[in-house]
């Protein structure tokens, strides 16, 4: 796991001197956005290191023993084995990568849950973000996932340079979650684009960025299955989550 962010002591200074330039980081995300879609070998590649990123995780009320089950499953199989094979990618860390999350379990790392669709400008997303960090987050979230409004990409922008700052201020690297609405294999790529464009490839790695996402998998396997066979999966091909 990455490092731990000790914090710093509160400065207000740095905090008041914040202004974000709303346009600018608009207009930013729509151009990332926009960008050149990823083909062939390319997709296959991208969407599965968004795989690698993606946290499973189920809020509902009425989850049962066998639905929390399921999803554990696909937490440890979560692209078909056969599909795996044939891009030559069956044996190179999905258990590995478990493993080493459950002997980083001995000493928890925290993660803020910002809720950035209700902190009402992205100047106060900006602050919400450095005074996390200031506290001693490892990690910064978008959202449960739940909220009205949850990861957007200009809140992207804003959350990542927060990062890039306090990086530079301090050397401490602290991880991002962009967490609700993110469903399909299109966006996970431009999430990762975004996170290589604002903060580098470095931090492009299990431990400092993960996709909140569950329903984000179905997704990603079926265009995975697609490149691999050349058609899309009938409904028993892959397993539910």
Request: net charge positive.
């Amino acid at each position: 796991m990455a490092g731990r962010n000790p914090g710093t002591k509160l400065e207000l200074g740095w905090i008041s001197k914040v202004h974000v330039n709303r346009p600018e980081v608009v207009r930013h995300a729509e151009q990332i956005k926009k960008w050149r879609t990823v083909k062939g070998n390319w997709q296959a590649a991208w969407l599965l290191k968004a795989v690698t990123c993606i946290d499973l995780t189920t809020l509902s009320g009425d989850d049962t023993p066998s639905s929390v089950h399921r999803l554990c499953f696909k937490a440890k199989h979560p692209i078909r084995e056969d599909l795996l094979k044939a891009l030559d990618m069956h044996d190179k860390g999905l258990y590995e990568e478990i493993r080493q999350c459950r002997e980083a379990c001995g000493e928890a790392h925290m993660k803020t849950i910002l809720s950035t669709g209700e902190l009402g400008s992205l100047a106060n997303v900006y602050k919400a973000s450095m005074i996390a960090m200031m506290a001693g987050s490892d990690f910064i979230k978008t959202s449960t996932g739940k909220e009205v409004e949850n990861a957007t990409f200009p809140v992207g922008v804003v959350m990542m340079r927060a990062i890039k700052e306090f990086y530079w201020q301090t050397g401490y690297k602290v991880g991002f979650k962009p967490a609700g609405g993110i469903r399909t294999a299109k966006e996970a790529i431009t999430w990762l684009m975004l996170v290589k464009e604002e903060l580098g490839v470095e931090w492009l790695t299990p431990e400092l960025f993960r996709l909140g996402a569950s329903s984000l998998l179905e997704d990603i396997e079926k265009q995975i299955f697609y490149h691999v066979t050349g058609s899309y999966p009938l409904q028993h091909d892959l397993a539910m989550a």
